[in-house]
């Protein structure tokens, strides 16, 4: 069943905003094209569709010019007095096609009463980590203005007692009685969600705080905001009384037996004095307010805050002013130094890890650059010499980049052989002999000598080698290494022997001659 919910004769009211005031921040207004499904707002010749379901009141605009309405099943539509709403007009249209087209309402939201977010102050500018979340929500005393022309729906979860100074719905001021009775209608339905047993209060007058009992509130306001905090990034967070998370800053809480207006303008004004002597306007933030409760009784309580991230500044400044003022009875609560929450023991871990690996790295590649240095030389040669990197065990051996072996003094032969080496522990690979001339008694130890390596104690070393043992080979003459310019000897009772081979059939004979 549709609602319609005329405002005539409801006395419309223009108050001077002498009190605390909380506006209704919800909502999306029905000229926003994020109010419709793929953003596609109506004009005159298309027509508007609601969900079929459709909890909630929605206020529609003063001049509306469209085709048609398709109502939903359940829900409720907002009148004002002065509402003209024209159907099939083609005067000043701005359709793009002239084809009927649908416009379709998104599914409206319902916004918790004990919200914070729910609510904006003329003051949102300036509000900050130092006001408690209870003093965001409509106080006892203060006035609520709902308005707008978005769908309107409350949740009154954990709602007991709806108490209110005075309530502005849509530009209406609503009586208490007319409030009561709108809760137990079907109408109310719509707009108030979960009222079943909830009762309605109107406070005229002066509260000791925000609420007649901050601390039967503290839960069901916390409810909706624990998992909005954030993690305070101080050791020893404080809470004030009123507020649901933990902040880094400073208390001062004074008990008092009358919550006098006069008194908390003049401790305000004290605090503030001393905050522009300081020049601290810039860099902490200030809340007075009064918090009253049967069990705790009634306090003034200030709250000091860094503005730009915590940094002990306002627990200085509160130690100053205990030691000017000299307060009596007043209970100073601060928070410890600042740290970082997000770093954990295993973020540290991990970091100094990484930076050690950075740092052998590092020295790996100095060892594999300067093999002279002392220091960097008692590092083994196979962590920093990869043509060293052999993995018997497991049959992979990283080979040799042969384009640079040309320019390496290194054993003639080596790659064709099987790549072990027998050199010392000077890391130089052992020579061997590649050829001997026996006209000019030369021996060839190398094939390439690079004149940038400095190897004259190797060529010792080698010579020395093939001194101590005599090389054979297979159809060569026995040679002694010593003087490679004196000429050859050979032995009298040497035996060469000479091997004919002719081309001849199977049966033909070899002739062998010996000479002796």
Known sequence: MLWLLPIQGLLIIALEVTVATKWYSGGLDFKDPSAWIDGYMPCSRDLVAFPSNYPALLPLPEELSIEGLVFPRNGAILLAEESTITFGSTANSQCETEHLKVALLKEPKSSKWFDPGTWRTDR???????????????????????????????????????RVGQLILAGSSVSKLYLEQLLTRDLGQYLFHNARGVQVEYYRGELCGCHKDFDRLLE?????VQEQCEVPHCLSPVRPL?????????????????????DKKQVTAQINELITKQDLKDQIHLHVEFVGSRQFGNHLQ???????????????????????????????????????????????????????????????????????????????????????????????????????NRFENTVPGGAGGDGSHDGGSSGVDRLGIMAYDPES???????????????????????????????????????????????????????????????????????????E
């Open 242 to 262: 009123g507020s649901c998370c933990l902040i880094c800053g400073a208390i001062i809480s004074t008990p008092t037996s009358q919550c006098s207006v006069r």
């Open 220 to 224: 069901s306001v916390c409810h909706n």
């Open 302 to 404: 200030a709250v000091v805050t860094d503005r730009h991230g915590y940094s002990e500044r306002s627990l200085e400044f509160l130690e100053l002013l205990m030691k000017a003022r000299k307060m009596v009875g007043t209970t100073l609560k601060v928070s410890g130094h600042p740290y970082n929450p997000n770093v954990s023991v295993s973020s540290i871990l991990l970091i100094l890890l990484c930076m050690a690996l950075v740092g052998l790295v590092s020295v790996i590649i100095l060892a594999h650059y300067m093999p002279e240095n002392p220091y960097l030389n008692r590092i083994p040669h196979w962590i920093h010499d990869t043509r060293r990197w052999r993995w018997r065990h497991l049959g992979v051996r990283l080979r040799r980049n042969l384009l640079f």
């Open 124 to 162: 949102d500018n300036e509000l900050s980590t130092s006001v408690p979340e209870l003093e965001r929500i409509p106080c006892d005393n203060e006035q609520v203005i709902i308005k707008g022309h978005g769908p309107l729906a409350f949740d009154l979860e954990n709602v007991e007692y709806l």
């Open 441 to 515: 008694g030369e021996v060839r130890e190398r094939a390439f000598d690079n004149p940038m390596f400095e190897q004259a104690a190797a060529m010792e070393q080698a010579a020395r080698d093939v001194e101590e043992q005599s090389v054979d080979i297979v159809g060569a003459p026995r040679m002694e290494t010593g003087d490679l310019g004196a000429p050859s000897v050979v032995e009298d009772d040497q035996e060469l022997t000479e091997i004919n081979l002719d081309s001849g059939g199977v049966d033909s004979d070899c002739e062998v001659e010996t000479i």
